[in-house]
C-alpha cells in the first residue's frame, strides 16, 4: 500500500525568502500525487495535482511541484512566500484506487 | 460551488454515549471518505465507501461504523464513545481514483 512522509514537520521562514516542503512517497506502482493547504480552522483545500505528463506542475497561489520519479519525491516550491500563506500542507498520494494516503503534514509559518 | 457540509463543527459527548457525525455534498460524487485529523499525524482514513450502501475500512476502523443510505450522506457512527476518539474529524468525496476530494470543514470532537 502507499505510503507518504514529510520530511519536516515545521518550517519557519521570513516573508519574500524561497520556501520548499518536502515529500517523498513509497509505492509499488503508478501513482497521483497531491498537494493540501489547510488554513486555521478550515477544512483541506487543493493547491496541486501530478496524474501524468509534465513533472512540473503549477497550482494555485503561485506554488509549484515537481515529481521525480527515481527519488519517488514530490516537493512542493514557492519562489516568494507571503504572510497569508501561513498554513498546514499535506502531500497525498493514491494509487489509482479509491483511497488517498496523507503525509503528517508541514506547518510553515511565514514571519514578517 | 462545489460543497461539502458537516453537521456539526464542535460536539461535545461523554464516554460511552453513541455518536453521529454527518456529511452531506451536493456534487453527485461516488465516494466519499471519513479521516480524523491528529497532530503530528495527518490525516488517517478511517471508512471510505465507493457507492450506496459500500463501504470499506480505512486505516483505524476500530471503534467506528459507517452508513452511506443514500448517495450524497455518509454517517460516521462512534458505537461507545472513549477519550481516545477526541479528535478532528473530516469528511470528504470525489468522483473516483485520479479525482480530488473535496473536504467539509470538519467536526472537532470532544469525549469527557
Known amino acids: 500500500a502507499q505510503s507518504v512522509t514529510q520530511l519536516d514537520s515545521q518550517v519557519p521562514v521570513f516573508e519574500e525568502a524561497p520556501v520548499e516542503l518536502r515529500c517523498n512517497y513509497s509505492s509499488s506502482v503508478s501513482v497521483y500525487l497531491f498537494w493540501y493547504v489547510q488554513y486555521p480552522n478550515q477544512g483541506l483545500q487543493l493547491l496541486l495535482k501530478y496524474l501524468s505528463g509534465s513533472t512540473l506542475v503549477k497550482g494555485i497561489n503561485g506554488f509549484e511541484a515537481e515529481f521525480n520519479k527515481s527519488q519517488t519525491s514530490f516537493h512542493l516550491r514557492k519562489p516568494s512566500v507571503h504572510i497569508s500563506d501561513t498554513a498546514e500542507y499535506f502531500c497525498a498520494v493514491s494509487e489509482n484506487n479509491n483511497d488517498m494516503r496523507f503525509g503528517a503534514g508541514t506547518r510553515l509559518t511565514v514571519k514578517p | 460551488d462545489v460543497k461539502v457540509t458537516q453537521s456539526s463543527r464542535y460536539l461535545v459527548k461523554r464516554t460511552g454515549e453513541k455518536v453521529f457525525l454527518e456529511c452531506v455534498q451536493d456534487m453527485d460524487h461516488e465516494n466519499m471518505f471519513w479521516y480524523r485529523q491528529d497532530p503530528g499525524l495527518g490525516l488517517r482514513l478511517i471508512y471510505f465507501?465507493?457507492?450506496?450502501?459500500?463501504?470499506e475500512k480505512g486505516d483505524i476502523p476500530e471503534g467506528y461504523s459507517v452508513s452511506r443510505e443514500k448517495k450524497e450522506r455518509f454517517s460516521l457512527i462512534l458505537e461507545s464513545a472513549s477519550t481516545n476518539q477526541t479528535s478532528m474529524y473530516l469528511c470528504a468525496s470525489n468522483y473516483g481514483p485520479g479525482f480530488e476530494q473535496f473536504f467539509g470543514p470538519g467536526t472537532r470532537l470532544t469525549v469527557l
Open positions: 465507501s465507493y457507492d450506496v450502501k459500500m463501504k
